[in-house]
């Protein structure tokens, strides 16, 4: 059966802490653990009122904390926001407290608005141009490379799975260029899923990390024991979204029924793109949607977005869709 993933965004709900969010995230894990899902992921963003993942790797010790052998890992890491080193050094410190278990998923983008650039003190647009060089840096830190001037502790010689994260044809390329895992963000951005997995396989390097290309898709999964319930669960995040766009980003707040057919046309129409690599319904529903998600892209792993405003929800639909795709996609 093709791998089942967890992308968890640690949303802070409306009338909920940073302390909740992380508390719910740990829980989160620990059940994906128990239901045989393979990876568990937080992803980087700054200035989020509904977000608490922006360190990282110190959300990734707490839950690395609360599992045993689930791996763990960024989906992703920003790396223009950060110094290659520093990287090595949070993520070799990872996988020394939890070893054989650390993936480090790499983005490009800054994880903020241009505001974030100020903050911290940094030119990212030269720095996103330097994004592959300092991807070969990481791997010669990780490599214990003696040509480098420093040698990361921990770090250097750490046992850390890397991945490319995109949207576009140029992460493709990169991870096809250096023989890395591709993971696509068509939880957001599905309008170039099939030409960026197409490019990546086509000029795929083999590598010491990768024989072959290996394929990751984001998408976004709610199941629950109705259809009406799933898109209920839903409205929270597309609510989030919405907000987004508009320039009010806030914390996650409660479903609202029938959202969706609330919205004006053009709002909706943006909605209904941005979500159209999605799985929502019932159990059966979810998975003969994934299924068919699997067959269109031939992905190896899919890692499943979706919070939901009461975390119980969102371990509930984990086991659904889990039990759905055994039934879908049998090994």
């Not at 505001?115 to 830190?141: S, T, W, Y």
């Not at 979204?241 to 919205?263: E, I, N, Q």
Request: charged share 20%; proline share 6%.
């Amino acid at each position: 059966m093709t791998k089942l993933s967890v992308l968890d965004f640690v949303s802070i709900v409306e009338g909920g802490t940073a302390s909740d969010a992380l508390a719910a995230s740990a829980r989160l894990a620990a059940h994906a653990e128990a239901e045989g899902y393979h990876r568990f992921w937080l992803a980087e963003h700054h200035a989020m009122p509904g977000i608490a993942s922006s360190a990282v790797s110190v959300c990734l010790a707490h839950i690395g904390h609360a599992t045993s052998t689930i791996r763990i890992g960024s989906g992703g890491i920003m790396l223009p926001n950060h110094n290659p080193f520093v990287i090595a050094e949070q993520f070799g410190t990872l996988e020394a407290l939890f070893p054989g278990r650390i993936d480090l998923g790499l983005g490009r983008a800054p994880g903020a608005d241009g505001r974030i650039a100020r903050m911290l003190r940094k030119d990212l647009h030269g720095a996103a141009e330097n994004f592959p060089q300092d991807i070969v840096e990481l791997q010669a830190i990780f490599a214990g490379d003696e040509r480098l001037p420093l040698q990361a502790t921990p770090g250097a010689g750490a046992d850390i799975e890397m991945w490319i994260l995109g949207s576009s044809l140029f992460g493709a390329q990169l991870a096809a260029r250096l023989g890395l895992p591709y993971a696509f963000a068509a939880h957001f951005a599905p309008s170039q899923l099939d030409d960026a997995l197409r490019v990546y396989r086509e000029f795929f390097q083999p590598s010491e990390q990768c024989e072959k290309p290996h394929v990751m898709v984001g998408t976004n999964a709610y199941a629950a024991e109705t259809s009406e319930e799933a898109y209920l669960l839903a409205s929270s995040m597309d609510q989030s979204f919405v907000a987004l766009r508009t320039g009010t980003p806030g914390k996650l707040p409660p479903p609202v029924p029938g959202y969706r057919d609330s919205l004006p046309p053009q709002a909706a129409a943006t909605l209904n793109a941005m979500r159209s690599v999605s799985a929502i319904g019932t159990r059966a529903e979810v998975g003969e949607k994934l299924a068919a998600l699997v067959r269109r892209t031939g992905a190896d792993e899919l890692v499943l977005a979706g919070n939901t405003y009461d975390p119980a929800a969102r371990e509930k639909s984990l086991s659904l869709t889990m039990e759905a795709m055994k039934t879908a996609l049998p090994a």
